[in-house]
């Protein structure tokens, strides 16, 4: 009993910064609505019956809330490790070619078929990540770096694949490739709604996150993280983990770009990542690194998307106000080290008092 | 008994002090002190480091700093030097009250500091480096060939010999110091403080500072001179002021009767007597040896060399020498943490040299690492994770797949208590607990994986009294268990407590393995690199 | 003929490198300082895009090219200070700082775009700067359209590559900038202050950043568009890791981006059979290959990243 309700109060001070940077970047946006003749409380409440409104928007919501969170969960692994994996982006679209490759051209039974391009996935994401890694822990090239120029190297890799090698050849010359399948598409959890199995997959790996931090690889990976120098005279290979990290890093996302593939887009088109990977990355941070939190975290910024579109419909306020409320959270989250610091010098001038 | 040598230098210069200090008293009337602070308090993170402590520095003076580490001398004058913001008192410079916010304050006070660890840009030339604490007379341009000149003037004047057009990671450790203190002088300073000078340094190189420092307080300037070294402030210290544990225990002035004992008393609050049990252990089979290792460091300059030794089981092999003589090197290709460049390492009757890092400690070689904030601990982290590291993976914390987190937690409770670990419990943060209690948990972590093969790099810098004779101990304990010891330290007193045998390593080299009985000026001679006469011509 | 045609295209090349190289030479010549004195800002593309509106809203509604520049750096001036005060006050994971202000100033330059100028079918539109002629140099075959036909803004940037090098290596500022990205206990303990000189390298990076997006608006495509930056801020990074933070060097290391660039383009024009996706990430590959290559070698600022704070004991 005890350690449930120790439990959940070291869980509500986690969350409870979350909360706070979240409430404050809402009310600064609300500003900027309010100066911009804009009734903010009208476009907030808009933006939230465009996500939970109805079973149909929720489903919706929860749909895009499956590649968040799968995207960041890989890029909370990495960020655990401190390696700064800003390549979301791309490694879900190589996810998605691989998915799509697979799925369209290998005449094999489905049943061989869908596990062997969810395979095919994992595997192209984890050369990309693992090529990162290479290059970091060898090379000591920058990740922050490489991770970026990959996005914009995949982008330009996908766009030539769905105008050249892979264009539909019935798609009237439009820049995608075939639809997968119908058999092999993900079915639909409620019908009549997008929402698809990807949910549970998605769940599923929630589950084995939360197990893997308690690992041994999953310790090695944040002691890694802590320290090179310690972790190295703890018989650690850091370059192996850094190299692994990056590789798991980078599964994920193409994981995500599987299950999209499968679940609602059903073949390749250009930029199909959109801003999913920035998006992961602030969703990280905001759920702590923590799997639970990115949950929450995912969901959230979810329905911020799929909840400003509606917003933009109806109310007129642009949607970039979306990206302006992410961006202001990211920076409260930050500045509650500012809070905590002077929490802590309270503290100590209680104690020479 | 053993720092004969040094006592002999210091009855020499002696002479020297008397009729000088006696020249200057009989010229003055009444003067005001360079420095006075007045009942300084400083705090951190709740635990006081100075404590109401006064302090006052005489013109034209050496006054010595005293007290071990941790004792709150740093932290004293890091105040003086704006540094650090005294949490309540005073200070005065030449009778003025002032408000010391910034290092830029403390220089235009004309107040110098020579850093334990050099502010030195390494990038940059000795003149770049002088000129970044100056205003330009071009502003806001470099003035570069005027402040050069003057280097070479200043330079030539009190003996300095620096190169103003090198760079600074071309200097030898002496003549980084000697910029320093260039530095200061450059910019007028009257006041000079001086952390730790010698810890360093050389007793050859000592000596060469002494006579440089005294020619500064010839030409007026006060000079502060922290240390924990009895001997160096018997040596040049014509007044010293004593800090325990952040307060202070005595001022006297420093005469030829002045005694260790008398100082030792003040700073450690009573006469230090260690007293060991289990020196006497039978000391078994070869454990490892080093036969011809050489090693080059990470810029690719020979680190090690022909180096070659041997550790039984049950024996403490002393490794002395003076910092950056190649121990740090040794130590991790002992752990597996670098490739050598020749000769060979074994361990009983297998090669040590194609072991990884972890099959290191699977054959229970264990590290008490030289720094342990940095190579030792996740400072982050609690301290049950921490008393994990070298065994997370074994089968008493490892399950099939997940740690264990009650096994975890048993075993942090058991060495808590079994070492005695103060703490708040095993779930506090490593960073909040004191540096003894920090150097415990790796004992403890060490020390249980019942190691073969026990390095300890200096384990008890830093470290108080009490936690000094404790970690000590400790190592005997390992002893009498029969593992081999290396000790790596620079403290000729721990070398000469627990070591059967001493290896002096200067420069890369093992300069002679003696017995204790040899005595300590041997031994230093060893440390400053002078071989006996009958070997000069082995050399090569 | 084709000996005739050879000259145009490589002239249209040439002249095209050094235009399409300057919003990368820009903002790559203030992040020098900013870099140097320990702080990566991977903000540089939200500052671009906030300086390119600023510009451009400054010129439209005044008249005055100069006024949209000069709002441009003192916007991008304004912007960098949110990563100031994040990486230096608060000593914030600096990837991720940057992150958000890329974010914010992506956002934030369009939704005010649209809340100044509403739903438009055309776009707005200015003159932007016209070329120089220097002169009548302009009329000189080969030599004047490659090197004398640009606008003043390219003849600044230029100017700003020797600047830049003189302060840092000639000047007292320059000097406090290495040692503070280098070492800062040392630079703190000789009275610098070390914050101090962040907050000024990354606000200098800020204006060079303001100023390298106004270039794309007012200085090169007449108007604004959400997406005009594409990318160059982030590039502008690794051109200056490419150069080892030395202008000179940036100035040749953003004409090789650039080059590649306009090389795609031009060649696209021509009809060669080249899948043009390709050519578009060649600056991209590139930069990685140049990255890999000097990162064995070069030693980055000893405290690249690293927050510094005088109280840590």
Request: hydrophobic share 50%; aromatic share 8%.
């Amino acid at each position: 009993m005890n350690i449930i309700i120790k439990r959940s109060k070291t869980m509500a001070k986690q969350i409870w910064p979350s909360v706070l940077a979240i409430f404050f970047a809402l009310l600064l946006s609300g500003f900027l609505l309010f100066a911009t003749g804009h009734n903010p409380l009208r476009a907030y409440a808009r933006l939230f019956d465009g996500a939970f409104g109805n079973l149909n928007r929720f489903a919706e919501t929860l749909v895009k809330t499956i590649p968040i969170l799968i995207i960041a969960l890989g890029t909370s692994v990495a960020f655990k490790c401190k390696l700064w994996n800003i390549g979301g982006n791309g490694q879900y679209t190589v996810g998605a070619i691989a998915a799509v490759a697979v799925a369209v051209y290998v005449p094999l039974p489905y049943f061989i078929r869908i596990p062997l391009s969810l395979v095919a996935s994992i595997v192209a994401g984890m050369i990309i990540g693992g090529g990162v890694g290479l290059l970091r822990a060898k090379m000591n090239a920058n990740e922050v770096i490489t991770t970026l120029m990959f996005n914009y190297i995949i982008m330009y890799f996908l766009s030539w694949l769905v105008n050249g090698p892979m264009m539909d050849p019935e798609g009237f010359g439009f820049p995608q490739t075939q639809l997968i399948p119908d058999q092999m598409k993900l079915q639909s959890i409620i019908p009549g709604t997008r929402l698809h199995f990807g949910l549970f997959l998605a769940l599923i790996i929630v589950v084995v996150a939360f197990i893997f931090w308690k690992t041994r690889t999953g310790f090695r990976i944040s002691l890694v993280g802590e320290s090179h120098e310690v972790a190295q005279a703890s018989g650690v290979s850091v370059q192996k983990h850094i190299v692994l990290t990056m590789m798991i890093s980078a599964a994920l996302p193409a994981i995500a770009g599987w299950i999209d593939v499968f679940g609602i887009h059903g073949r390749l088109q250009e930029n199909l990542p959109g801003e999913l990977g920035t998006i992961a990355i602030v969703v990280a941070l905001l759920g702590g690194l923590n799997p639970i939190g990115i949950v929450f975290a995912s969901l959230f910024f979810s329905a911020l998307v799929v909840g400003g579109s509606t917003m933009q419909r109806f109310e007129g306020v642009p949607y970039s106000l979306v990206g302006i409320i992410q961006g202001l959270v990211i920076v409260f989250v930050i500045c509650r080290v500012v809070y905590e610091e002077f929490k802590e010098k309270r503290r100590v001038k209680q104690l020479v008092h | 008994m053993y720092l004969l040598w040094i006592e002999l230098s210091r009855v020499g210069t002696m002479f020297n002090f008397m009729t000088e200090k006696a020249i200057k008293e009989a010229g003055k009337v009444i003067e005001k002190p360079l420095v006075q602070m007045i009942q300084i308090k400083k705090t951190f993170s709740g635990i006081p480091a100075n404590d109401c402590v006064d302090f006052t520095l005489k013109e034209g003076s050496v006054h010595g700093l005293l007290g071990e580490n941790g004792a709150g001398k740093t932290t004293l004058m890091n105040i003086l030097f704006g540094l650090y913001e005294p949490d309540s008192g005073k200070v005065l410079i030449k009778g003025e009250p002032v408000k010391i916010h910034s290092p830029l304050d403390a220089m235009n006070l004309k107040i110098g500091m020579v850093h334990q660890h050099f502010m030195l840009v390494k990038t940059l030339t000795v003149t770049e480096n002088i000129m970044l604490g100056i205003k330009s007379t071009r502003t806001p341009f470099l003035d570069t060939r005027m402040i050069r000149n003057r280097i070479i003037e200043l330079s030539g004047k009190y003996g300095l010999d620096i190169d103003p057009d090198a760079k600074i990671w071309q200097l030898s450790v002496g003549q980084q110091q000697r910029v320093e203190i260039l530095t200061a002088i450059f910019k007028g300073a009257d006041i000079l403080i001086l952390d730790e000078p010698t810890a360093v340094l050389t007793p050859g190189e000592s000596e060469d500072l002494f006579s440089i420092l005294r020619e500064l307080r010839n030409s007026g300037i006060g000079i502060i001179l922290i240390s924990h070294k009895l001997e160096e402030i018997l040596a040049i210290a014509d007044e010293v002021t004593i800090l325990r544990n952040g307060v202070k225990t005595g001022e006297t002035l420093v005469t030829p009767s002045t005694t260790k004992q008398e100082l030792t008393r003040m700073m450690v609050g009573r006469d230090v007597l260690f007293n060991f049990t289990g020196k006497d252990v039978n000391i078994g089979k070869e454990c490892l040896s080093l036969d011809h290792l050489c090693a080059i460091d990470d810029r690719g300059v020979q680190v090690l060399q022909d180096v070659s030794f041997s550790i039984k089981d049950g024996e403490i092999l002393g490794l002395a020498g003076v910092d950056g003589n190649g121990q740090k090197e040794l130590c991790q290709i002992l752990t597996g943490l670098r490739k050598t460049t020749g000769g060979t390492i074994h361990l009983y009757d297998q090669d040590l040299l194609t072991m990884t890092p972890k099959q290191c400690i699977d054959n229970k070689i264990f590290h008490i690492p030289e720094d342990r904030q940095k190579s030792g601990l996740i400072m982050d982290w609690d301290v049950q994770k921490n008393l994990i590291l070298k065994n997370y993976d074994s089968k008493s914390i490892s399950g099939r797949f997940c740690l264990s987190e009650q096994r975890i937690g048993e075993q942090a409770d058991t060495m808590i208590q079994e070492y005695n670990i103060k703490t708040p419990g095993r779930e506090e943060v490593v960073k909040k607990l004191s540096g003894g209690n920090q150097q415990k948990i790796i004992l403890a972590r060490e020390m249980e994986g019942d190691p073969e093969l026990l390095i300890a790099s200096h384990p008890t810098r830093g470290l108080d009294i009490g936690a000094m004779e404790y970690v000590r101990q400790r190592i005997l304990d390992q002893k009498a268990n029969g593992a081999a010891i290396l000790l790596v330290s620079a403290d000729l007193e721990e070398i000469f407590q627990l070591s059967d045998r001493i290896a002096v390593i200067y420069n890369g080299r093992i300069m002679g393995i003696v017995s204790p009985d040899a005595g300590i000026s041997k031994i230093g001679m060893l440390m400053a690199g002078i071989m006996e006469t009958e070997n000069v011509g082995v050399d090569a | 003929m084709s000996n005739n045609l050879y000259i145009d295209f490589m002239i249209s090349l040439l002249a095209g490198t050094i235009r399409i190289s300057i919003p990368i030479l820009l903002p790559a010549l203030g992040q020098i300082y900013t870099q140097r004195s320990g702080i990566l800002n991977l903000g540089v593309e939200g500052i671009m895009i906030i300086g390119a509106l600023s510009g451009f809203v400054g010129a439209f509604f005044t008249g005055s090219l100069w006024f949209g520049v000069f709002s441009a750096v003192v916007a991008g001036l304004l912007f960098s200070l949110i990563m100031g005060f994040l990486s230096i006050t608060i000593k914030a994971n600096q990837v991720i700082a940057g992150t958000a202000l890329t974010i914010l100033g992506t956002s934030l330059a369009s939704f005010l775009y649209r809340v100044i100028f509403g739903i438009r079918k055309l776009p707005p539109i200015i003159d932007s700067f016209p070329s120089l002629n220097f002169l009548g140099l302009s009329k000189i075959p080969v030599i004047g359209p490659i090197f004398f036909n640009h606008n003043i803004l390219v003849y600044l940037a230029l100017f700003l590559v020797f600047f830049t090098w003189f302060v840092l290596e000639k000047t007292t500022f320059g000097l406090k900038v290495k040692a503070v990205g280098e070492f800062p206990r040392a630079a703190d303990s000789k009275g610098i202050r070390v914050g101090l000189i962040r907050y000024i390298c990354v606000a200098i990076g800020g204006m060079y950043a303001g100023l390298g997006g106004a270039f794309m608006s007012i200085g090169y495509m007449d108007t604004y568009m959400d997406h005009m930056i594409a990318g160059r801020g982030f590039i502008a990074v690794s051109v200056v890791i490419f150069s080892r933070w030395d202008p000179k060097r940036a100035l040749f290391a953003a004409l090789l981006f650039g080059g590649a660039n306009v090389l795609q383009m031009r060649l696209q024009s021509i009809g060669v059979n080249i899948p043009n996706q390709f050519l578009l990430a060649l600056p991209y590959v590139l930069t990685i290959l140049v990255l890999v290559g000097v990162s064995k070698k070069v030693a980055f600022p000893s405290a690249f990243t690293i927050p510094y704070s005088r109280n840590s004991k």
